[in-house]
């Protein structure tokens, strides 16, 4: 049974294929193959197709191929640019997500924050991310090809607890609207929690 999510993610498609851009594989960050883009999401190689999109062997879970869809069909020309980083909170009409955002994305890592040191390396490769200076430690990672985030952690200590902060490219929001954009990060926090089970 098709969900409300998938339905939604297809519509998407739907208007996609219906006008395909000539340069999609380059707003993208994709191989294009006939009408199928390739291309990474959340560290698994994604499928894009007019009937559909595959991350890894298996179809993609609901939200996560609503975030895809919704990339492909509003990404740009535009160069990605990485720096300077910009928090959630500065990224334009962002204020009614910002609750979830710092919830779901940031404070549902701070548990973690140990483990999550331990498989820093793991998690960038799973990512095609890379080190960074900040906090005791950070990183940044792809989840899908233009958009990077910075993940910076502070472990706890003896006066204040663990806390993380996420932070989101220059222009992401070129990218992706922007509740797309909140869903990002709490999916790319919900697959680093599942590295650490790994």
Not at 68 to 88: C, G, I, K
Not at 101 to 116: D, G, M, W
Not at 151 to 180: K, Q, W
Not at 184 to 194: C, R, V
Request: net charge negative; with cysteine.
């Amino acid at each position: 049974m098709i969900d409300n999510y998938q339905k939604i993610a297809r519509n998407n498609l739907n208007r996609l294929y219906a006008a395909l851009p000539p340069d999609l594989a380059t707003r993208l960050g994709a191989r294009r193959e006939h009408d199928d883009f390739i291309f990474d999401a959340f560290g698994d190689e994604c499928r894009l197709t007019g009937k559909g999109i595959q991350l890894g062997a298996a179809e993609i879970a609901s939200v996560p191929g609503v975030i895809v869809s919704l990339y492909a069909l509003h990404a740009q020309p535009e160069t990605a640019l990485v720096e300077p980083m910009q928090s959630f909170k500065e990224i334009p009409d962002s204020m009614p997500y910002w609750g979830a955002f710092a919830s779901h994305t940031e404070q549902v890592l701070t548990p973690y924050v140990a483990a999550i040191g331990e498989k820093v390396d793991a998690v960038c490769r799973a990512f095609r991310g890379n080190r960074v200076a900040g906090g005791d430690f950070a990183f940044d990672v792809y989840p899908l090809p233009k958009i990077a985030l910075r993940y910076i952690f502070y472990r706890a200590d003896e006066e204040f607890p663990a806390t993380v902060n996420c932070l989101f490219s220059r222009n992401a929001h070129a990218f992706l609207p922007v509740d797309g954009l909140a869903d990002l990060g709490e999916y790319s926090s919900k697959k680093i929690m599942a590295i650490l089970q790994d």
